[in-house]
């Protein structure tokens, strides 16, 4: 295991290690204080732990690795992730998972306004609440909110999947509720589990999609 102090290594000193070839193990990043770019454009099969809150875009661009934030995480946590898994274990700020392409962001705690903005095939469990825009022109992938969500929930959705154990405030532009197959079922099972909340009742949850009437032009839409 291989331990960086943010208070004593400069922290572009501590990411250009991350991106060395060949990186592989354990990592361990202490004494974050609310960094900005924390272990960004990860590329290796690596456990990286950071102890502590982290600021903008922390785990962007991750690929392969897998990232724990031991606190809170701010604008943009694991933006245009590829694939491996970044799992916040206390809050998240607006953006999370923006326009993130593959691999599971776990966020335990609360997500913030437009959560999972323009994803195009991650997918995002939030343990508790989140904000406005959530899913927001959302492209492909899975969403699961285990809390509440608040104004206009999935607006102007594509082909996203939403799972919803609370209410939303609101729905946006397109989104509907949808009926909830048995493969809806089994694959909210997955996710669930897959994310540590293996107890939850699949069969509690609601899913949200796009009505489809935002695909062509309509004479009612126009001004």
Known sequence: M????LTRTPLREVNQALHAPGLSGEIVIAGPQGAHSVAVGLDAPVK?????????????????AEVTIEGNAGT??????????????????????ATGRGGLLVIGGDAGARCGISMKGIDIVVGGDTGHMTAFMAQAGRLVVRGDAGDALGDSIYETRIYLRGTA?????DCVEKEMRPEHLEELEGLLKAA????DDPASYKRFG???TLYHFHADNSY
């Open 196 to 199: 540590g909340y293996p107890d």
């Open 2 to 5: 291989t331990t960086y102090d």
């Open 48 to 64: 990286v732990t950071i102890q502590g809150h982290c600021g903008y875009y922390a785990a962007g661009m991750n690929k392969q």
């Open 210 to 212: 796009s009505a489809r």
């Open 169 to 173: 405030r609101s729905l946006g532009a």
């Open 76 to 97: 943009g946590v694991a933006e245009n992730m590829m694939s491996g898994v970044v799992h916040v274990t206390g809050s998240a700020s607006q953006s999370a998972g």
